[in-house]
């Protein structure tokens, strides 16, 4: 084999590395990467995520020590108004709020938040309602890593 065939090769591998990685980290739960947050907040994203464009649900607890949900979706569209979430076959009536004043994401969820806060945990895919109308690949939030990064949430919220 040529050295530049060689070269190519490993340049392939590389990228290969680089978006299973990427794709990886982005289908996972993991803390919430705003200043402050990591601790009190988990979040999951939808696989195609990119740094332009994302669609994200977050297991929060809030300042007043109870769990809260928030969506944060930037690229086209929005959560706010009334839509289902889905997770597993089952829904929920969801309304989306946007925060006043603007804070590190861009609606509130309100809901049977304990209810689907433990299927979260338990669940496999999530799902916005396509009331909210996004983009193709931004409507699922695969759950893997959720039960491990909402219980470190609720544990914050024990303190």
């Not at 065939?5 to 290969?16: D, E, Q």
């Not at 949900?69 to 089952?90: F, R």
Request: proline fraction near 3%; glycine fraction near 12%; hydrophobic fraction near 40%.
């Amino acid at each position: 084999m040529s050295r530049s065939g060689s070269n190519l090769r490993m340049a392939v591998f590389a990228v290969v590395v680089a978006v299973s990685a990427t794709v990886t980290k982005a289908a996972g739960w993991e803390p919430a990467v705003h200043a402050g947050e990591a601790d009190r907040a988990a979040i999951g994203c939808a696989s195609r995520t990119t740094e332009d464009s994302w669609a994200c649900l977050i297991v929060r607890c809030d300042d007043d020590g109870r769990l809260a949900l928030y969506a944060d979706i930037a690229g086209g569209g929005t959560a706010n108004g009334g839509w289902m979430l889905g997770i597993d076959g089952k829904e929920w009536r969801v309304e989306g709020e946007p925060l006043d004043p603007p804070g590190a994401y861009s609606s509130r969820i309100r809901g049977d938040t304990a209810d689907i806060v433990s299927a979260l945990k338990q669940g496999k895919r999530m799902t916005f309602g396509p009331q909210l109308q996004l983009n193709r690949g931004f409507e699922t939030v695969l759950l893997s890593g959720s039960e491990k990064a909402i219980a470190r949430v609720e544990q914050y919220c024990t303190r």
